[in-house]
């Protein structure tokens, strides 16, 4: 529920937040799990929503899912943050949750941002009360959690990824917060597609970005002579904080293609050369990092297992060091990467299991590989043999199956 000072001072907010969805009608994007007949969706209508955890990049809608679920159940909302908060803060909301809960019947959704961040402390300090049901978590992180927070916290809750928004979904909230927006209603803005395509793209699906960017770019452009607001991509790009792409989409995607062929080429020359008319043209270089990653493992795998090393490093590098030095680091994974010899066996093993997997998921496990059984005193321990014991692994329809063939020869 809004609070009586809620819109006192709306147009101080950022657009972003003042675009926020109040509803599902309105959330933009996560189809995967928020789609006609998705679970998520049904938990929501059914306001039955568990604890859960969302995660996913910034920008993509988490903290705004939660504040629908809360308000679609009927439920109070507390907002944590897991940097700031500690042990007293949880137990603080746990006992007006017990409270409401036992004399209105009304559960707490607890949100907690960063929730990767908190200690085990933090998180034990609320084991009980999700147990008792009057807390319902929320937890928003933009890292995995089954890495990245105690298990105790994940056991108890469902664990829904979020993803970047696509360029389609980031321009259709454009064009809602252009007709709906209260203050951009007051201006006459004209944004020529370059430009409306240039935020939907440059911003990398986070539409929190995107929104920010209209608006800076509204509220810095001078007024034409015809009384309205005209935005370009270069504009567009100078409120993104973003150098423009000097190329359209087919360009760009057939660039991309040749970096990709030349790696898996071995010419780094060329690698090297459509790479960098790609930063020229305004790419990030991450997105080279991230291929160069992804064929380290594809086109050179176990013939050369350092390559995937490298690539990583450049990533982390253009993270943490940026341009023009990042530039050196993702150089050097390239030329790695051309240089070493090439062996598609990693891909092909990982096509043929996905296959099985997809296939034949219901084939039965040998029983001396199950977990205490009365059959698994057969299972051979192969530190008892050497090292190595010949046995079957697989079940009985796949017994035969060989995904990886050891010892062929490397080519260069």
Known sequence: MDSL????????????????????EDFAGQKHILGPGKLLRRLIEAKRVPSVIFYGPPGTGKTTLARIIADTSNSNFV??????????????????AKSDFELYGKRTYLLLDECHRWSKAQ????????E???????????????????????????????????????????????????????FKIKIDDDAMTYFATACGGDVRSA???LEIGVITTSVNKDGEIVINKEIAA??????????????Y????????????????????????????????????ARRTIAHASEDVGLSAPNALLQACASLYALDHLGMPEGNLALTQ??????????????????????????????????EYLKNHTEASKNYKYPHDYGGYVEQQYLPNSLKDRKYFIKNISKKN
């Open 5 to 24: 000072f809620e819109n006192l001072h709306n147009d101080k907010k950022p657009l972003a937040e003042r675009m926020r969805p109040k509803s599902l």
């Open 79 to 96: 907002k944590l943050n897991a940097i700031s908060s500690g042990v007293a803060d949880v137990k603080a909301v746990i006992e007006h």
């Open 123 to 130: 998180s034990d300090s609320l084991l009980a009360a999700l």
């Open 132 to 186: 008792n049901g009057y807390v319902i978590f929320v937890g928003c992180t933009t890292e995995n959690p089954s890495y990245s927070m105690t298990r105790a916290i994940v056991s108890r809750c469902s664990v829904f990824e979020f993803k970047r928004l696509g360029i389609a979904d980031v321009k259709a909230v454009l064009n809602r917060a252009m007709k709906e927006d209260e203050m951009l209603k007051k």
């Open 211 to 213: 929104l920010n960017g």
């Open 238 to 251: 100078e409120c993104l904080q973003k150098k423009a792409l000097s190329l359209n989409e087919d360009v």
């Open 253 to 288: 995607y057939h660039l991309l293609s040749a970096f990709c062929k030349s790696l898996r080429g071995s010419d780094a020359t060329a690698a090297l050369y459509y790479a960098n008319r790609l930063i020229e043209a305004g790419i990030e270089p991450q997105v080279l």
């Open 333 to 366: 994974a390239i030329i790695y990467v051309c240089e070493s010899p090439k062996d598609n066996r990693v891909v092909v093993a990982m096509n043929m299991a996905q296959d099985d997997a997809r296939n034949h998921p219901d084939d039965n496990i040998p």
